[in-house]
């Protein structure tokens, strides 16, 4: 027998995340949180209360939200039946549905709109590449109840803060209408009639939608059917009066703002539950033009999932292509900070080690107590990769003096830099916490 197989150890396998769903690394943390806090305050600012609905929901809720023959619901779901009890369910590709479905089921409007926000995880069966993923994460905005284009106004300006608030700029709007349906029909009627006299130029995608959804034809990315789909009758041309009033008074709005933006008539969006308004902020992320963020108006949805007919307009964020443009930008991700990394000297000194760390956490900083021993070197190591301002020595000697060190970190240069001073373990987190703020006004002169 081969005496290396013999004694050869069979590694477990090692396991990867699936494929286009990613890791929030902890260097990320800091722009995420910034991203997060932004839109918290900005939802604040315009009167958005925040709701959290589940991640899985009945997979009919999608069908019928976001419409049969549309990409998501084609060929993007992560759907499964729920081997215990046979249900249908599906991983949310997106969250109007679900937030509609809650704003039903605990008859939110019974007293008027509306205006809600969500965050969180969304999951598309999509081929992965930068900007796209399989779980990804959005966070959106839904006022409901409101059917003038004021509301449709209010939610476009609420991005645009928000992007202020981020540094963001470059970031372009399109606008479109679609319409009220009876029109979206006749235009429909148009379009099939146009493809149809042109059916030898199309692809076997726009052959298939011809007559299930012809409207997404606009879309297509096929760089053969761009002059078709160019010439190709425009909606706008089939709006009556009540539409084009609605879109000519957005435009009013947007403009008494001084908020640029540019009608695009291909803008028909990828779900079907939208009318009148719709809108898209489009941005450059590394060379290419992405949607940052989609939207508009969906007033039959309310209706179609079974509540009392409600108008409403909303739209989400793409928060990794955000994050992307704030990177772009030269918001790196922080180096981890905390205020204070506690070494000591083993365990004779390790009960007053954590008690000294407990007492600086009372005090309000934020404290790591260094773990599993070693030499003052090598712990003074970690506390400089910590992102430590300070370090407290809690050495045995000084100990029995009652007293502990307090030392200055300088990133690179652990434990050299600034003075060490001696100070009485029970005025430890008071010295520290007046060194730190002297600090925050002098950060030029540490430890003085
Ligand atoms: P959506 O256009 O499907 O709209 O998605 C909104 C945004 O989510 C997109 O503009 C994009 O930034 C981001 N996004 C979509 N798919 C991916 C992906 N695979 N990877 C990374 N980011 C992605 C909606 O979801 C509607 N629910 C928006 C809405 C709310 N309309 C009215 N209210």
Redesign the pocket.
Known sequence: MDRTTQTKKTQPERLNGVRGMNDVLPADEPLWRRFEDAVAGTMRAYGYSQIRTPIVEHTRLFVRGIGEVTDIVEKEMYSFTDSLNGEDLTLRP???AGVVRAVIEHSLLYDGPKRLWYAGPMF?H?RPQK????Q?H?V?A?ALGMAGPDADAEVILLCQRLWDELGLEGVRLEINSLGASHERRAHREALIGYFEAHRDALDAEAQRRLHSNPLRILDTKNPAMQALAEQAPRLIDYLGPESLAHFERLQGLLRSQNLPFRINPRLV???DYYNLTVF?WVADVGGTA???????R?DPLVEMLGGKPAPA??????V??VLELMRARGDAAAQPQCDVYVVHQGDETLDSALQAAERLRDAGLDVILHCGGGSFKSQFKRADTSGAQLAVIVGADELARGEASVKWLRSGQAGVAGPQQSVAIDRLAEVVVEAIVANQDNPEDPGQ
Do not use: S
Not at 131 to 134: D, L, S, T
């Open positions: 997106e969250n109007t598309r999509e900007g796209r993923y399989r990804f959005q959106g839904e969006r990828g779900l898209e992405l949607t940052v963020c989609g939207g508009g969906y307009c909303g739209f989400a964020i793409g990794e292509r």
